[in-house]
């Protein structure tokens, strides 16, 4: 059985939201590697929190 719908909306929870942040950040950005890495493409991502905290990733390729 598959997982149920979710509604995509502001989370009001701000430790809940938090935590989705998280894990939704660590999830793109080694989705981005993967593509990187898979289709040796160039990939940059950049992510900013709330807070304006800036993550990001950016692939090279290796000659």
């Given at each position: 059985?598959?997982?149920?719908?979710?509604?995509?909306?502001?989370?009001?929870?701000?430790?809940?939201?938090?935590?989705?942040?998280?894990?939704?950040?660590?999830?793109?950005?080694?989705?981005?590697?993967?593509?990187?890495?898979?289709?040796?493409?160039?990939?940059?991502?950049?992510?900013?929190?709330?807070?304006?905290?800036?993550?990001?990733?950016?692939?090279?390729r290796s000659f």
């Amino acid at each position: 059985m598959g997982r149920g719908k979710i509604v995509i909306r502001r989370i009001d929870n701000s430790t809940s939201r938090q935590v989705t942040f998280s894990k939704r950040r660590s999830g793109l950005l080694k989705k981005a590697k993967e593509l990187a890495i898979l289709c040796d493409a160039e990939v940059g991502v950049m992510v900013f929190s709330s807070t304006g905290k800036l993550y990001d990733f950016a692939s090279s390729r290796s000659f």
